[in-house]
């Protein structure tokens, strides 16, 4: 124990000194902590770039984004782009963000339908980083089964004035199928467990029917589905405002191939014209306006159909004739083919695809160009020319006294 009674002034003034130095010592490191702290801090802003902020969402390893692939990282790479292989990368996030978002996070069915659209009208951008683009088409592959799943379930199901309706002597009965799909749709286990209520449902409809009894369950049943049949519809909106039906999709083909091109050049935009100047070629031409005004089924998708370019195949047959009454020219223009469409009329197809539709068509012109014959010199006009030539003999003689 110490005894302060003993204490000394000369022991009070040292054991001051001390505590001073050590409060001295002790405030000089934790402010040479803080100014290290506030540099590392400032120096981890510097070095921020394109690359380092890349590499947080991007697994070299997988060559794959990560679940940290987010909007806010999208805004900081837009600002830290700089050469055309980072505005590639950019693109290529922009363009694989709605599908790793969808992916690893819960979402509705109109962020998955989006995200398919979105695919569609960018799926370029991922054509040189195979790892992403098979993620990618695996991901919308997921949104594709589950859209068609949903379509065939709403074939089955009748609605008037957002209420479920049937056959209420139905006599067999039919099954709604449950949606199986690894994307995580936050409405899955409740669609399913709707799907459950009205298998049911036309369960006990048919065994009323044959057994005329429990009616009041199945009213009660009833009531508590039309919540489901309303967010039913609202699916139904959202699918045909992306997707058209295989039988929409046919009588668009059909429509366009039934055109008899050389009869409507003014469907097409700078479609050559025979001219004797003309050589085999292979060129690109587009719709025109007038097009779309003239034909029902096309004018509906013009804004699909609008940009697409359609490969020419010229070929020219050019033949020298030597009388004018000889001279003419005609060509034939024909689609190259016609593709083979063998899927159910029923299922489905993003609209968007429609902007990735290739045409082709054989151009054939048969030019007969009049050409007039050149009269061919005398025979005596030759040699008399040729003996005021002086000879190769001659000239090697002068050459040689010179």
């Known amino acids: 124990m110490l005894d302060y009674k003993n204490i000394t002034p000369k022991q009070i003034k040292l ?6 130095a050590i409060l001295t010592v002790g405030s000089t490191t934790y402010e040479f902590y803080k100014l290290k702290t506030s540099y590392a801090n400032i120096q981890q802003n510097q070095i921020q770039t394109f690359e380092t902020l890349w590499n947080t969402v991007w697994d070299s390893n997988k060559k794959l984004f990560n679940k940290k692939l987010d909007n806010t990282s999208i805004q900081k790479l837009e600002e830290l782009v700089n050469t055309p292989n980072e505005k590639a990368k950019l693109d290529l996030a922009k ?19 989006n995200a398919s659209s979105n695919y569609y009208q960018n799926e370029d951008k991922d054509d040189k980083y195979k790892e992403q683009e098979a993620f990618n088409k695996d991901i919308l592959q997921k949104i594709e089964n589950l859209i068609k799943q949903l379509n065939a379930n709403n074939t089955n199901i009748q609605v008037e004035a957002e209420k479920l309706k049937f056959d209420q002597n139905l006599k067999e009965g039919f099954e709604l199928t449950p949606i199986k799909t690894d994307l995580k749709w936050s409405e899955l286990n409740t669609f399913n467990k709707n799907i459950a209520d009205i298998n049911f449902l036309v369960k006990r409809q048919v065994e009323e029917n044959q057994q005329k009894d429990k009616e009041k369950e199945i009213i009660d049943l009833k009531s508590k589905l039309d919540s489901f049949v309303k967010s039913t519809t609202d699916y139904q909106s959202k699918i045909k405002s992306d997707y058209i039906t295989i039988k929409d999709f046919k009588d668009l083909i059909n429509e366009i191939y039934a055109i008899k091109i050389d009869q409507n050049n003014n469907y097409f935009d700078k479609l050559k014209d025979m001219d004797f100047k ?16 003239k034909n029902s089924t096309t004018k509906k998708y013009k804004d699909y159909l609008n940009n697409l370019s359609i490969t020419v195949n010229l070929t020219v047959k050019l033949n020298k004739v030597n009388k004018k009454e000889n001279e003419n020219k005609t060509q034939t223009i024909d689609w190259s ?39 061919r010199e005398t025979n005596n006009s030759t040699n008399s020319n040729s003996s005021n030539q002086p000879s190769s003999t001659q000239t090697n003689r002068r050459t040689e006294r010179n």
């Open 95 to 113: 363009l694989s963000l709605p599908l790793v978002q969808i992916n690893y996070n819960m979402s509705n069915l109109t962020q998955i339908v």
């Open 15 to 20: 054991g001051i000194l001390i505590s001073a």
């Open 278 to 293: 003309n050589q085999n070629q292979t060129y690109t031409i587009s719709f025109t306006n007038e097009f779309f005004e």
């Open 337 to 375: 083919h016609k593709p083979d469409i063998s899927v159910n009329d029923s299922d489905l197809i993003n609209i968007h695809t429609l902007s990735n539709l290739k045409f082709s068509m054989d151009q054939k012109q048969d030019l007969k160009q009049f050409v007039e014959d050149r009269p």
